[in-house]
């Protein structure tokens, strides 16, 4: 699977962003997606994950609330809605994908990852 990443930039505190990820090579309904990310001088942690039909999501604590992941099995497209940004929030953010499990996504172990898009919050 090859994964795009786009929608990344620069927000004021407050503001919100929308990442998209496009998926190719795969049949990407047998994929449970997730979202990570990684601040400077930090290890990449998980941000959000969504099963293979979008039934199942599970959240960080740090963005449950803020942060919104869905996808379009017919777009081949994962999101991430961000609201109320945060200058915590900066961070290099990844789309990952791991062939589905029929479980819960709370453990998404990503077999493929995709390039990353910049988000930068100003406060």
């Known amino acids: 699977v090859q994964l795009q990443a786009s929608g990344g930039g620069l927000v004021q505190a407050g503001g919100s962003l929308r990442l998209s990820c496009v998926a190719s090579g795969r049949t990407f309904s047998n994929y449970d997606m997730g979202w990570f990310r990684q601040a400077p001088g930090k290890e990449r942690e998980f941000v959000a994950a969504i099963s293979w039909r979008g039934g199942s999501t599970y959240y960080a604590d740090s963005v449950k609330g803020r942060f919104t992941i869905s996808r379009d099995n017919a777009k081949n497209t994962v999101y991430l809605q961000m609201n109320s940004l945060k200058s915590e929030d900066t961070a290099v953010y990844y789309c990952?994908?791991?062939?589905?499990?029929?479980?819960?996504?709370?453990?998404?172990?990503?077999?493929?990852w995709g390039q990353g898009t910049l988000v930068t919050v100003s406060s």
């Open positions: 990952a994908a791991e062939r589905t499990r029929y479980s819960s996504v709370r453990s998404l172990a990503p077999d493929y």
